[in-house]
């Protein structure tokens, strides 16, 4: 299995910040890379898909790099709505695995 | 509008099997894969399989010996049971759309709300 660890586990941070999550694979997944947004008691949403598309919705603020084994997910400047837990997924081969998250919390 | 609905028991006692169905409105069954998906404090996020109605099916090689899915097209469900069931396997399960490729380069565009499996005597 391909796995994948993200950083840090949690971060605090004020809005305005802007702030960065890495997630590296065990292993190159060329671009085949999805991120999820998840807030309290709710499933996760689609944010940014393997072709770095932001999903409908998802403003631009949202930015998105890397190839092979590492990966970020920036917010240019962090909004009130923001505050979540994010997790990476790999698909370039199952099983598909995600990242542990990464708690975005407000400071 | 796309909408997934999971519903089964929320109580299994050990050793026996979990059963969950999904109901898809908004989107044809036919057309799409479909992932069952759970999450844990213990595991984080965890792809269980996934299924398409002419029975084509991809499990996780952790819990494949376990894992049965099938498709119902007249009601437009999906289901998943999971046998001899432990505490280990008390989870929130969600149930998911493939998009992408299907059954590669994927991603879940679509989820349930989740639902809470205890696994308890």
């Known amino acids: 299995d391909i796995q994948m660890t993200q950083s840090p586990s949690s971060l605090s941070a004020s809005v305005g910040d802007r702030v960065t999550i890495t997630c590296r694979a065990s292993?190159?997944?060329?671009?085949?890379l999805n991120w999820y947004q998840q807030k309290p008691g709710k499933a996760p949403r689609l944010l940014i898909d393997?072709?770095?598309s932001l999903q409908g919705g998802v403003p631009s603020r949202f930015i998105v790099s890397g190839s092979g084994t590492y990966f970020t997910l920036t917010i240019s400047s962090l909004q009130p709505e923001d505050f979540a837990t994010y997790y990476c997924?790999?698909?370039?081969?199952?099983?598909?695995?995600f990242g542990q998250g990464t708690e975005v919390e407000i400071k | 509008q796309v909408q997934l609905q999971e519903s089964g028991p929320g109580l299994v006692k050990p050793s026996e099997t979990l059963s969950l169905s999904c109901t898809v409105s908004?989107?044809?069954?036919?057309?799409?894969?479909w992932s069952w998906i759970r999450q844990s404090p213990g595991k984080g996020l965890e792809w269980i399989g996934y299924v398409y109605f002419r029975g084509n099916t991809n499990y996780n090689p952790s819990l494949k010996s376990r894992v049965t899915m099938s498709v119902d097209t007249s009601k437009s469900q999906f289901s998943l049971r999971l046998s001899s069931v432990t505490a280990a396997d008390t989870a929130v399960y969600y149930c998911?759309?493939?998009?992408?490729?299907?059954?590669?380069?994927?991603?879940?565009?679509?989820w349930g709300r989740g639902t809470l499996v205890t696994v308890s005597s």
């Open positions: 908004g989107a044809s069954i036919t057309t799409y894969y």
């Open positions: 292993q190159r997944i060329d671009s085949h």
């Open positions: 997924q790999q698909s370039y081969s199952t099983p598909w695995t």
């Open positions: 998911a759309r493939n998009s992408g490729g299907g059954t590669y380069y994927v991603e879940f565009d679509y």
């Open positions: 393997t072709a770095f």
